[in-house]
């Protein structure tokens, strides 16, 4: 026999059933013949419906071993051996009781345990950019705070940065503000107070090589100080002074020096803070408390914030040009971005900067004024001067060599008058002395050699109008010499020529 034969015929159940169907007639014959005992060894009796049941599901599994044993056939035919799958990783055997089998009619419930509910954490605050219009000044501020920057007219070295910026918070408090440092003199006190350096932080931030080695000054840095008064006053702010420690001061300032061509500026809460108090913008009970707004969010949103700052140079190159009055006396260069103005048929022509402002003026015809009438003299000092070559026939012992000339003249005595500063000075061309003792009431700014009369190139040719350079004391007055201003009129004074 065929082995698949062999095979399904050894599966079928009822070639190898040991209890053969009995017979029906046989069993009723033996019941009315026999004694009458019953007994039931004799198997059951299937039903017809239920043989035909049992051989419907013979059949089907005869089916599934044949296309079964037929496809492991072909399989290996075709495949060859086949190769046994690897062991599982883990041959540990899982035993099911019936006890685990039966279906449980009521499971317990499990009692969930309490989890505990995280404290919020506040969000991290984002922060955003700022530039100023310039492009010169980006700092970092968080996003709820607001920047105003406005165009500001005033003494900025060249013009080229006429901004103040301020900060706002959330609720409009004022949290910083830069501009270009002013030519600010200092704050005197009748006492001077202790003061302290809470917090500090060097920047990166580029200084101007050249002016380092005129007037040395520290890195720049961020500073939390204080002064000990009455109260405790604080300022946050970016500087460059070197303060020693354990000494007083009357005022704190707060400037640094920037790269080439970029002002000194001002970056912080105030631009000075005085021993009094007056307009502080922090004030503490005690320094352990000023310590203790060191902790405050506040406190690290501002410091962020100003040590965030970078600077950078966007001026361009200025040209100059050449300009010849209008009644062809005289002639200079000046920036193209400057403009000059003619008055009366070139008498006068007035040297405008790029902020409006008239800087110098070259006059011709001028007659002298009369000295003040004051006893004693105020004292002159020359900080500046530069030999030119000019028309000059000046005599007298007050005579002096053609020359561009700086003079500072104190006046503080008659600051209680009505002056703003104790300090006026003037910068142009010169051939006498304001006195020869060192004082003058004599401060005149002309030169003698036209036949045409005196003439002149200054911010007056008669020291002592309002136009003239004003200072709150010596120091700042030697600090204006650095500056990109101070530096463009010397340039354009001691470029004059004279043609008579």
Same mark, same amino acid.
């Given at each position: 026999?065929?082995?698949?034969?062999? *095979?399904?015929s050894g599966? @079928?159940?009822?070639k190898?059933?040991?209890?053969?169907?009995?017979?029906? !007639?046989?069993?009723?014959?033996? =019941?009315?013949?026999?004694?009458a005992?019953?007994?039931?060894?004799?198997?059951?009796?299937?039903?017809?419906?239920?043989?035909?049941r049992?051989?419907?599901?013979?059949?089907g599994? *005869?089916?599934?071993?044949?296309?079964?044993?037929?496809?492991? &056939?072909?399989?290996?035919?075709?495949?060859?051996?086949?190769?046994?799958?690897?062991?599982?990783?883990?041959?540990?055997?899982?035993?099911?009781?019936?006890?685990?089998?039966?279906?449980q009619?009521?499971?317990?419930?499990?009692?969930p345990s309490?989890?505990?509910?995280?404290?919020?954490?506040?969000?991290?605050?984002?922060?955003?950019?700022f530039?100023?219009?310039?492009? %010169?000044?980006?700092?970092?501020?968080p996003?709820?705070?607001?920047?105003?920057?406005?165009?500001?007219?005033?003494?900025?070295?060249?013009?080229?940065?006429g901004?103040?910026?301020?900060?706002?918070?959330?609720?409009?408090?004022? =949290?910083?503000?830069?501009? !270009?440092?002013?030519?600010?003199?200092?704050?005197?006190?009748? #006492?001077?107070?202790?003061?302290?350096?809470?917090? $500090?932080?060097?920047?990166?931030?580029? %200084?101007?090589?050249?002016?380092?080695?005129e007037?040395p000054?520290?890195?720049?840095?961020f500073?939390?100080?204080?002064?000990?008064?009455?109260k405790?006053?604080?300022?946050?702010?970016?500087?460059d002074? #070197?303060?020693v420690?354990?000494?007083?001061?009357?005022?704190?300032?707060?400037?640094?020096? +920037?790269p080439?061509?970029?002002?000194?500026?001002?970056f912080?809460?105030?631009?000075?803070?005085?021993?009094?108090? #007056?307009?502080?913008?922090?004030?503490?009970? $005690?320094?352990a #408390?000023?310590?203790? /707004?060191?902790?405050?969010?506040?406190?690290?949103?501002i410091?962020?914030?100003?040590?965030? *700052?970078?600077?950078?140079?966007?001026k361009?190159p200025?040209?100059?040009?050449?300009?010849?009055?209008?009644?062809?006396?005289?002639s200079?260069? /000046?920036?193209?971005?400057?403009?000059?103005?003619?008055?009366?048929?070139?008498?006068?022509?007035?040297?405008? @900067?790029e902020q409006?402002?008239?800087?110098l003026t070259?006059?011709?015809? %001028?007659?002298?004024?009369?000295?003040?009438?004051?006893?004693?003299?105020?004292?002159?000092? &020359?900080?500046?001067?530069?030999?030119?070559?000019?028309p000059?026939?000046r %005599? +007298?012992?007050?005579?002096?060599?053609?020359q561009?000339?700086?003079?500072?003249?104190?006046?503080?005595?008659?600051?209680?008058?009505?002056?703003?500063a104790?300090?006026?000075?003037?910068? +142009?061309?010169?051939?006498?002395?304001?006195?020869?003792?060192?004082?003058?009431?004599?401060?005149?700014?002309?030169?003698s050699?036209?036949?045409?009369?005196e003439?002149?190139?200054?911010?007056? /040719?008669?020291?002592?109008?309002?136009?003239? *350079?004003?200072?709150?004391?010596?120091? !700042?007055?030697r600090?204006? =010499?650095?500056? !990109?201003?101070?530096?463009?009129?010397?340039?354009?004074?001691?470029?004059?020529?004279?043609?008579?």
């Amino acid at each position: 026999m065929d082995p698949i034969k062999n *095979l399904i015929s050894g599966m @079928d159940p009822m070639k190898s059933d040991p209890h053969p169907v009995p017979d029906g !007639e046989e069993a009723l014959r033996r =019941m009315f013949s026999e004694p009458a005992a019953f007994t039931d060894t004799i198997p059951p009796v299937a039903s017809l419906d239920a043989a035909r049941r049992r051989r419907a599901r013979l059949a089907g599994l *005869l089916t599934i071993a044949a296309a079964a044993v037929t496809a492991g &056939v072909l399989v290996a035919t075709n495949l060859g051996a086949l190769t046994a799958l690897p062991e599982p990783a883990s041959t540990a055997s899982v035993e099911i009781s019936d006890e685990a089998t039966a279906i449980q009619t009521s499971a317990p419930t499990a009692t969930p345990s309490s989890t505990p509910t995280p404290t919020p954490t506040a969000a991290p605050v984002a922060w955003t950019k700022f530039t100023d219009a310039s492009g %010169q000044a980006t700092f970092e501020h968080p996003v709820g705070w607001t920047v105003q920057e406005t165009s500001v007219e005033g003494r900025f070295e060249s013009g080229y940065w006429g901004s103040s910026i301020v900060v706002l918070n959330e609720a409009g408090k004022v =949290m910083g503000k830069m501009q !270009e440092a002013p030519h600010a003199g200092g704050y005197m006190c009748p #006492e001077p107070k202790p003061y302290y350096t809470l917090d $500090s932080v060097v920047l990166d931030i580029p %200084q101007k090589a050249a002016k380092l080695k005129e007037i040395p000054r520290g890195p720049s840095q961020f500073a939390f100080r204080v002064i000990q008064s009455d109260k405790v006053y604080g300022t946050m702010a970016l500087n460059d002074r #070197e303060l020693v420690p354990g000494t007083t001061a009357c005022f704190l300032s707060n400037s640094f020096l +920037g790269p080439d061509d970029v002002p000194f500026v001002t970056f912080g809460d105030t631009q000075s803070l005085q021993q009094d108090g #007056e307009n502080a913008p922090l004030t503490f009970a $005690s320094v352990a #408390e000023a310590e203790a /707004y060191m902790q405050t969010q506040e406190y690290k949103d501002i410091k962020r914030m100003l040590i965030s *700052l970078e600077l950078r140079s966007v001026k361009t190159p200025v040209t100059w040009k050449n300009y010849t009055s209008a009644n062809g006396l005289g002639s200079f260069d /000046y920036p193209d971005n400057w403009t000059v103005a003619s008055r009366e048929n070139g008498r006068y022509s007035d040297v405008v @900067d790029e902020q409006g402002r008239t800087l110098l003026t070259l006059g011709f015809g %001028q007659t002298r004024n009369s000295p003040n009438l004051v006893s004693p003299c105020p004292p002159f000092t &020359v900080l500046d001067s530069t030999p030119m070559s000019f028309p000059s026939n000046r %005599q +007298g012992p007050r005579a002096i060599a053609p020359q561009f000339i700086f003079r500072v003249w104190d006046v503080s005595r008659f600051t209680e008058s009505g002056r703003s500063a104790p300090f006026t000075a003037n910068l +142009g061309i010169a051939d006498e002395s304001w006195g020869v003792d060192g004082t003058t009431c004599d401060p005149q700014n002309v030169v003698s050699g036209l036949p045409s009369g005196e003439y002149f190139f200054a911010q007056n /040719y008669n020291t002592g109008a309002t136009s003239d *350079l004003m200072f709150y004391s010596m120091e !700042e007055a030697r600090a204006y =010499m650095e500056t !990109e201003e101070f530096k463009t009129l010397k340039r354009i004074v001691t470029s004059l020529k004279i043609n008579g």
